[in-house]
């Protein structure tokens, strides 16, 4: 009995020895599994990452060149957008200046018009004011002969009665002369006979008498020249201040 329970111990020892052997040759056996699969896993991620590292590098140098194309694109587009924009604003600028450029001549054309406006309003000024002085002389004058007229005409009664009266006294005067001019001769031919004794009818008084008649006529001869001196003169008057009826 004791001798079978120890050939048992023994061929358990023996099974858990190998059981121990089995265990370590898997274990190096998965080791070497795991060292094989790691390093064929390995070759194959490697080949894998080399793959998409060329994919990558080829879009890399595709999305470079596509930039590079659309960069150049956008240049060219900004180019020709900036000389299409460029020419816009001179075309702009061009019709703005043309339109200013007209407008100027227009304001130059209406400036030249008021100007010739302006000179022929001062033209027309000038000879307004010539005529004005000449209007203001005019009026000076009838003013003058106005306030001359207007103290005849107070005094045209005066004048006028003057005058009637002169002529009147001047008539008179004539009349008087008339008178006693034939006279003169009688009482000088009444003085000469007196003087000569030749006639008892001469008077003693023939000779004052003559004398006295003489003196007469010298007196009416200068007063008929200053009543003729004086009808000149208000003739004159009356002329010069338009009263004569001329």
């Known amino acids: 009995m004791e001798q079978n329970h120890s050939d048992e111990h023994d061929d358990v020892v023996v099974i858990e020895e190998r059981d121990k052997r089995t265990y370590l040759y898997i274990g190096i056996a998965a080791a070497i599994g795991l060292a094989l699969g790691g390093l064929i896993g390995s070759t194959v991620t490697s080949s894998k990452w080399e793959s998409a590292y060329h994919k990558l590098d080829k879009r890399y140098e595709s999305l470079q060149k596509n930039t590079a194309q659309q960069s150049d694109?956008?240049?060219?587009?900004?180019?020709?957008?900036?000389?299409?924009?460029?020419?816009?604003?001179?075309?702009?600028?061009?019709?703005?200046?043309?339109?200013?450029?007209?407008?100027?001549?227009?304001?130059?054309?209406?400036?030249?018009?008021?100007e010739k406006v302006n000179s022929s309003l001062d033209n027309k000024v000038s000879s307004q004011k010539q005529t004005i002085a000449q209007v203001d002389e005019q009026k000076k004058s009838l003013n003058r002969k106005a306030n001359l007229q207007a103290s005849v005409f107070e005094r045209s009664r005066e004048i006028f009665q003057k005058e009637l009266k002169t002529k009147q006294e001047l008539e008179q005067l004539q009349k008087e002369r008339d008178t006693l001019e034939p006279k003169i001769k009688e009482l000088k031919k009444a003085c000469d006979l007196y003087l000569a004794g030749t006639s008892w009818d001469a008077k003693s008084d023939a000779c004052d008498k003559q004398d006295e008649a003489k003196s007469r006529l010298s007196q009416l001869d200068q007063m008929i020249h200053v009543h003729r001196m004086d009808l000149k003169q208000i003739q004159a008057l009356t002329s010069e201040i338009g009263l004569d009826g001329s």
């Open 73 to 114: 694109h956008a240049q060219a587009t900004i180019a020709k957008t900036k000389d299409s924009v460029q020419q816009r604003i001179d075309d702009a600028v061009a019709k703005v200046k043309e339109q200013q450029a007209k407008k100027i001549q227009g304001l130059e054309k209406q400036v030249s018009e008021l």
